[in-house]
């Protein structure tokens, strides 16, 4: 059984759809060993999770395979090995700005668990600043650039609207935060060409399923 | 310049990535019709929406083109009939299930301009129901399956956590609902292979955003 990465791997060499289905089946290897599995061949993991038996192989093929002809998975090795290209341990040091509802759902998520620390909420918003949610005290935008470098954050969560955007990430910029897990419609990147960006453009994804109904 | 769709465009031969772009450039057209930009070439829209020139002609193409050879496209009539293919005029029934910070966030979509027509927000905690939210009085989950019957409600946004979603798929489906905005990890179309399902994994969009950086 091979659980270590294939010395051929190169993460520049994966392609970015392969890498979207990464964190899929990390969830679903997470769940496997929470509920007490320890192996599961490629066939059982395509029935739980709609992909087909052979996309599952060539996937995990572009990493070293991590499986045995006949025998199957290991599950946790498996978890273990692809939270380790995800990254998952690294707690990258992230902000969040924008503390209205889509910024107060947000902080329900684990960042830790998918390998972020957050450090810090903050808003412009006079009524906010100040105010604690789920135990973040919310700052001002006033203090973000100083933050920023002060604390090397890597990473912003953009949760304001898009007009404000294309200012706010000049300011995240020119204090070195090159990634964004950005929410609204301003694409960061067409201005910064060297920033790594994830956008959630939930109108899009409504639309895409109107096409689909 | 031809503004129609081409006699053999067919929905189902429409590969799923040219549709998920299909919103971006709606959006985009819509932006520039507002900024009032009447003509634009697949040159000038490519540098504005990180889309190659070439990229844009050919999708364009999968529905009959809609531009002429050294005019460009004429955005008005460009953006509606991407409105036509992504059905936004259609004004589709649906429901919100799950008013928590999530649920309260994703109230500020404008729904009727993406081709949908929010009636009725769901929750099933005690606190919740009968407050009103941005216009919505918050209904009862018991009151569901009947809303869903007699209104014929075509799809419902899933905003609850997923432990809670088989059930409530399973009411949603008895009652004809067949498409879902799903915001849980649970998915709904593994158990009900004819749903259509738009699901939106938060969680897995930050993993993937924790690869590239």
Redesign the interface.
Known sequence: MSNSLNPAYN?DNISMSV??R???Y??YLNELQINGISKISSKELSQ???FTASQIRQDFNCFGGFGQQGYGYNVSQLRDAIGE????G?N?KCIMIGA???G??????N?ER???NLLKVFDNDPDIIGTEIKNFKISSCEDLADFCTNQKI??AIICVPSSAVKELANTLYENNVK?F?NFS?F?I??IYSDV?E?S??????????????
Chains 1, 2 share one sequence.
């Open positions: 993460r890498i979207r990464l964190p899929r990390y969830r739980t999770m709609g290209i995800l990254d998952v690294a990258k209205g509802n889509l107060k759902a947000l902080l329900s998520i960042f998918l390998g972020f890597e990473m990634a897990w419609h694409d990147s067409l790594k994830e959630v453009h939930l109108n899009d994804s409504l639309m895409a399923l109107g096409f689909m109904i």
